[in-house]
């Protein structure tokens, strides 16, 4: 039906472990499925079997342009470089220095990852990442299995810097990243 999504085509489209999440052209943010985490980002952990626009108020008015979904958490990428993440908080997923869950979207500080501005995310089982626009990969969340690409295998709860244009990629900017379950490329 042409009013799913108010009349306006899909832009990005993202699936969790039981939830789907997407932006449409006019900067708007969809979200449907499983919820018991607040992972659609309506401010409650009611399941909705059809699409449900998650308010604007809920990103201050900003459009989106990019999402993610993990397990059990998402996060959105505003056009201005602003991300926002909710959910499940388990590992520090989220970024914002806690393992507490949110079930509305939460902005991340911009001087959390450098001032360039977030051009794209991923999410993982219980972590996640974003490339910034000067190409630097910031990591977050569960590091069990190595997947934060730190050297190790403890969880970080804040975004931080991993890899960008320097050693190990000789002077590339990271353009584009993506996460399994347990692991990122």
């Known amino acids: 039906a042409p009013d799913v999504f108010a009349g306006f085509p899909v832009i990005m489209v993202a699936c969790g472990w039981s939830h789907t999440i997407v932006a449409t052209s006019d900067g708007g943010v969809f979200s449907w499925g499983y919820n018991h985490h ?97 190409g630097v990969l910031w990591v977050w969340g569960c590091g069990e299995d190595g997947q934060l690409g730190l050297g190790g295998n403890a969880n970080v709860l804040t975004p931080t810097r991993c890899v960008g244009p320097d050693a190990p990629f000789f002077g590339s900017r990271v353009l584009l990243a993506v996460c399994g379950s347990v692991h990122t490329l």
Do not use: I, K, Y
Request: aromatic letters at 4%; proline letters at 2%.
């Open 38 to 134: 607040g992972q659609l980002g309506h401010g409650d952990q009611a399941d909705r079997l059809s699409p449900a626009r998650v308010g604007a108020e809920r990103f201050e008015g900003h459009a989106m342009c990019f999402v993610a979904a993990g397990a059990r958490h998402s996060m959105a990428v505003s056009t201005g470089g602003d991300a926002w993440t909710w959910g499940n908080g388990q590992h520090g997923c989220l970024g914002h220095d806690d393992e507490e869950g949110r079930l509305a979207p939460t902005v991340l500080q911009r001087e959390t990852l450098g001032m360039d501005g977030v051009v794209m995310a991923a999410a993982g089982s219980a972590h996640s990442v974003c490339v910034t626009g000067d």
